[in-house]
């Protein structure tokens, strides 16, 4: 199915299309969802194949991905997989799936050594996708799935966030974000030299 897409989108698919990461920054309802999906489908055309994707979204919009990613593309059901469930059934759906597949699932997946484990190997099958749906909830760098979203970051060939408020309540929220992005480029790889470097503490002198 041919999607009408609005020319914000197209020209975010163009600029994007040729680079291995890129930042969605749209307000809600300007369509970031399906501007990524034609993104990723630039990315498996250049290709030639479906590249093992993971897609990280909150969980009331992880059967949405699904659902969108039929509408406009002729992927085959059984290659888009939500991970849902308990850790167990989530590592089961992996690991039954053929590595060459889109991943949806939830930023609590993290927590569970396992499926993170495993979903490290995945991302190896070089080249593959890391998509941030919200990214602004990987903002906390002390989090603990923060820094397992960097290790993944690190992984994956194209690396994709997507938010509408990249910052929420301190300009610091965008380091993070930007780690899983860019791998370190903009801001460096470490969170202490960027706040040095970017931000001065008002009270130091007290």
């Known amino acids: 199915m041919e999607i009408k897409l609005w020319?914000?989108?197209v020209d975010c698919i163009k600029r994007a299309k040729?680079?291995?990461?890129f930042a969605l920054f749209f307000q809600m309802g300007a369509g970031k969802t399906i501007t990524t999906i034609q993104i990723l489908r630039e990315k498996y055309k250049k290709h030639g194949k479906l590249l093992p994707t993971l897609i990280f979204?909150?969980?009331v919009v992880v059967q949405n991905w699904k659902k969108?990613?039929?509408?406009?593309?002729?992927?085959?059901?059984?290659?888009?997989?939500?991970?849902?469930?308990?850790?167990?059934?989530?590592?089961?759906?992996?690991?039954?799936?053929?590595?060459?597949?889109i991943f949806i699932t939830n930023f609590e997946t993290l927590q569970m050594p396992d499926v993170f484990e495993y979903m490290?190997?995945?991302l190896k099958n070089t080249p593959s996708c890391l998509v941030v749906d919200e990214s602004q909830k990987i903002k906390d760098i002390s989090a603990k799935r923060?820094?397992?979203?960097?290790?993944?970051?690190d992984i994956a060939t194209y690396r994709y966030i997507l938010t509408g408020t990249p910052i929420l309540n301190d300009l610091m929220d965008i380091y993070s974000q930007f780690r899983?992005?860019?791998?370190?480029?903009?801001?460096?790889h470490n969170f202490f030299s960027f706040r040095a470097?970017?931000?001065?503490?008002?009270n130091k002198a007290m």
């Open 180 to 188: 899983v992005l860019d791998k370190g480029k903009a801001f460096g």
């Open 7 to 9: 020319q914000h989108q």
């Open 120 to 122: 490290k190997v995945v």
């Open 197 to 202: 470097r970017y931000f001065e503490d008002k």
């Open 146 to 153: 923060t820094k397992r979203m960097i290790e993944l970051g």
């Open 57 to 59: 979204a909150p969980p």
């Open 18 to 21: 040729d680079l291995d990461y």
């Open 68 to 101: 969108e990613i039929l509408k406009s593309s002729k992927i085959k059901e059984e290659r888009i997989v939500p991970l849902v469930g308990t850790g167990k059934e989530r590592l089961a759906l992996f690991k039954g799936s053929d590595v060459n597949s």
